[in-house]
Structure formats: structure tokens, C-alpha cells
């Protein structure tokens, strides 16, 4: 299989430290995603996800398991070479959308080409497609404070893709969005998947976001608790998700 990213038995555990006691957030935790898979990871308050993707990310580092990206195992890179292997091979896209202020849109979106000294002419015809592909162009020249969340968010797409990344890890990208911001962007991030065969894995508490996605996989106490596959259309997915959700939550039935 073409796998993108493949984790096996990843496990991370907080030490012990001043009184507070040690933390097993993650625990014997494996799956894969093949290329082109748009994957929701979801769960409980405290149920590891955000330590998944920062370990997944190379943030942080895990207790014991393995992350493999693109074949390249995380852990075993040097720092020099994480930090080349993150900004070439993974496009990030956050809640709150971790745009530089002093650059414009454009300037923005070129920012990882320019830090890997690509030809100018290269970067501009790159981010012209893609700020066309996200119908940002004709406000290319406007800077983070000048626009809406939506189009800040369309500008954090762009640039999570400009390096033509392995994979793209979206931390609650509807986060700070109103609804209609909200499923523009998951619109977005679906086509990005099926025209650009992107594999895409994100993080939400949404279920409304993560109707979006072809696979979610519920954590719960750092453990897979449960995997869906979308089948039908995406009402019948956001009902099934809806009712895993109030299951794990313990809802009286
Ligand atoms: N730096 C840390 N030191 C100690 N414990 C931590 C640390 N970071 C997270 N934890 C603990 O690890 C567990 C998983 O936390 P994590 O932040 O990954 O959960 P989460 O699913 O992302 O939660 P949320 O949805 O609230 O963001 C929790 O019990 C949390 O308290």
C-alpha cells in the first residue's frame, strides 16, 4: 500500500514532575493513511490528540512507537534535517492561522520557497496557481489584518501546499471560524484532497468539520477507541459521528 504516514505502537507518557502524576496520553496507538486519505481525528477533552499531532509533526517526541512519513522515520532525523523534512514535507493549517503580520497574503504563501531560495520566477508562478486554486488572487497584496478569517484561512491552505507537501495536518481548522467561514473552508480542504490528492489528517472537536473527512478515528484515553469510513453522503456520516460522539460521552441512552 502507498502510505503516507504510517504509526506503529506509538506510545507517550508525561513523566511524573512536582506532585502532578504521570501521564500515559497516548498508549500502543497504530494506523495508517495511504496518499489522497482525508482523515478526522476526534475525541474527548484530554484524549490525546493534540500530543498525537505534535509527535506526528515532530514537535514532540514520543516515549516508544515509531512515526514514518513519506518512508522517513521522524525520530531518526537530526535536528537540522527535521527542520528541513517539516517545512518541505509537511504543510500545517491551525485554529488560529499562524500567518506572519508584517508580510502580505502572497508573501505569506511564498515564505517556506523563499527560506529554500527557489527561483523567484518558480515561487511566483506556484503561488499565483494556488492563490487562484483558493480564489484569494485578487487580494494577494493585503496583509492578515486586512482580511477575514476565512480568507486568512484560505491563505494558510495555500501555504500548507506551496511545498507540495507529503501531508498536510490541519489542528482545528474551523476553530475560530462562523459557520458559513467554516464550511467554505471544509469545502476547500475536500478539494484540495480529491483534486490534489492531498492526504490530509485533521484534528477537531466538530462534527460538522469532520463530516468532511473519508475516515475518523475516535481516541479516547490514548487508545483508538473506535474507526468509521464514510459510505454514504455526508448528512448520513455527520448523524453517525454525532451518535459515536454522545456513546463515548457516556449520554444516557
Ligand atoms: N506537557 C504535558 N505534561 C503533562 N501532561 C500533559 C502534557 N500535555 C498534555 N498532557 C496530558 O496528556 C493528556 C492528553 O492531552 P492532549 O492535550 O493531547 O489531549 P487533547 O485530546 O488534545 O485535549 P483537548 O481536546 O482538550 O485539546 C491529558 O491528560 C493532558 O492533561
Redesign the pocket.
Known amino acids: 500500500m502507498d502510505d503516507m504516514i504510517q504509526i506503529d505502537n506509538l506510545t507517550?507518557v508525561?513523566r511524573a514532575?512536582k506532585g502532578?502524576k504521570e501521564?500515559r496520553?497516548l498508549d500502543q496507538i497504530s494506523f495508517a493513511a495511504s496518499r489522497g486519505e482525508f482523515i478526522g481525528i476526534m475525541?474527548?477533552?484530554?484524549?490525546?490528540?493534540?500530543?498525537?499531532?505534535?509527535i506526528l509533526s515532530g514537535v514532540d517526541t514520543s516515549t516508544s512507537g515509531e512515526v514514518i512519513i513519506e518512508g522517513q522515520s521522524i525520530a531518526r532525523l537530526k535536528k537540522d534535517k527535521l527542520a528541513l523534512f517539516r517545512r518541505q514535507r509537511i504543510g500545517y493549517i491551525f485554529q488560529d492561522f499562524n500567518l506572519l503580520d508584517s508580510l502580505t497574503l502572497k508573501e505569506n504563501i511564498a515564505l517556506p520557497l523563499i527560506l529554500d531560495h527557489v527561483a523567484p520566477q518558480q515561487i511566483n508562478s506556484r503561488v499565483d496557481e494556488l492563490m487562484q486554486f483558493f480564489g484569494i488572487a485578487d487580494i494577494a497584496g493585503k496583509y492578515p489584518y486586512h482580511v477575514s478569517g476565512g480568507q486568512k484561512q484560505r491563505t494558510a491552505a495555500a501555504r500548507a501546499l506551496v511545498t507540495e507537501p507529503a501531508v498536510v495536518f490541519a489542528d482545528e481548522p474551523t476553530g475560530n471560524l462562523d459557520s458559513k467561514s467554516a464550511s467554505d473552508i471544509m469545502d476547500m480542504l475536500t478539494e484540495m484532497n480529491e483534486r490534489k490528492n492531498s492526504t490530509i489528517l485533521m484534528?477537531t472537536?466538530d462534527a460538522f468539520a469532520a463530516s468532511y473527512c473519508k475516515r475518523i478515528i475516535f481516541?479516547k484515553d490514548?487508545q483508538i477507541s473506535v474507526q468509521i469510513q464514510r459510505a454514504g453522503d455526508r448528512k448520513a456520516f455527520f448523524d453517525k459521528i454525532l451518535e459515536i460522539l454522545s456513546v463515548m460521552r457516556g449520554d444516557a441512552q
Not at 475525541?43 to 505534535?54: R, Y
Open positions: 507517550k508525561y514532575f502532578a501521564v496520553a475525541g474527548p477533552s484530554g484524549s490525546g490528540k493534540t500530543t498525537l499531532l505534535n484534528v472537536h481516541i490514548g
